[in-house]
């Protein structure tokens, strides 16, 4: 590379002053370059120290500000580019027309998480403070980031198999809700019906109508609804959860647990309702079992708060607060 940086000529005068950067083999005589025109091209080096584009790589992008490519390398037979949103796509060197490879994640703090069915195949959504909702294949990884007509923020979202129900911090909804709402929550056996808690009271949405809301006594910070929809669980500031049971769209308190030491901080069921998850400020989760109330286990995160998870089986799928997923 000493060799071919100490001339610009492998790039044509249009492309100067866009920001190119280059990676090259030395065993071809070959380089790649990127640049802020999301384009990214191989070049054959001549012995004169010019350049001629070899090929043009196909990006898989939308064309926004984020597929603006600020980054290369080539090694060995792997072409790598990495955009200004965090993607990072594998091209090979022997065949430029194969799809490449690519990886992604979030640039922000994961503020939501769903599982549903898409296709046939268990799919993972993820949701940040930029509205970027990413899908995760379970067991192969990430996926791909789904498209919005509006990358409007996402405070909370719900999904069942295609559908998809998202709210923002602009107070745009299916229906108007109250700005200061922390959980939206979806009955994934009967997802008409829909729990939404802010910070003083719990809302019932059955369709586009609110069928019912209560004022609380107590600062909700989580919520959730079983796949059923038979009962409700709000935490609170306090670290107590409150046990609903929900009959004809109207919610009784049935029991009050108390084993958290912190706020709690989200709240969810496993996809066979036979169990719940709940997190705390205090860095700790706790699996219970529904019927009896009683507690399986307890995880406690040396240096993670949870924010948001999911049950999958026995295990609660994690996002922290800085935007990494680990599995339990």
Known sequence: MAELSETYACAPTTERGRGILISGDPKTNSVLTVSADKTAKTWEITEDGNGKVKRILAYPGSGGL????????????HLVTVSLGGMINIYSASDPDKTPISFSGHMK???????????????????????????????????SRMARKDNTQIKCFAAVEEEIVTSGFDNKNQLTLALSQRYLNLAVWTPELAF????????MLRGLQVVSSIKLA???????????GSEAIVGGQD???????????????????EKHRGTVTVIRYSPDAS??????????????????RERYGCIFYRTYQLFAFKMVVSF???AFIFGSLRTE
């Open 66 to 77: 984020d597929d603006m490519l600020v980054g290369c390398l080539w090694r060995n037979d």
């Open 109 to 143: 703090s994961i503020t939501a998480l769903a599982c549903t069915l898409q296709s046939g195949h268990k799919v993972i959504l993820s949701s940040n403070y930029d509205g970027v909702i990413i899908r995760w294949i379970q067991g192969i990884g990430y996926h």
């Open 196 to 203: 939404v808690s802010t910070d003083s009271e719990v809302i």
């Open 218 to 228: 107590y600062t909700a910070t989580a919520s959730t609804i079983s796949p059923d």
């Open 239 to 257: 670290g107590k959860m409150h046990i609903c049971s929900i009959s004809r769209d109207i919610l009784k308190e049935e029991a009050v647990l």
């Open 275 to 292: 169990m719940f998850a709940s997190a705390d400020a205090n860095r700790e989760a706790v699996v219970w079992d529904r019927v009896s």
């Open 316 to 318: 609660a799928f994690g």
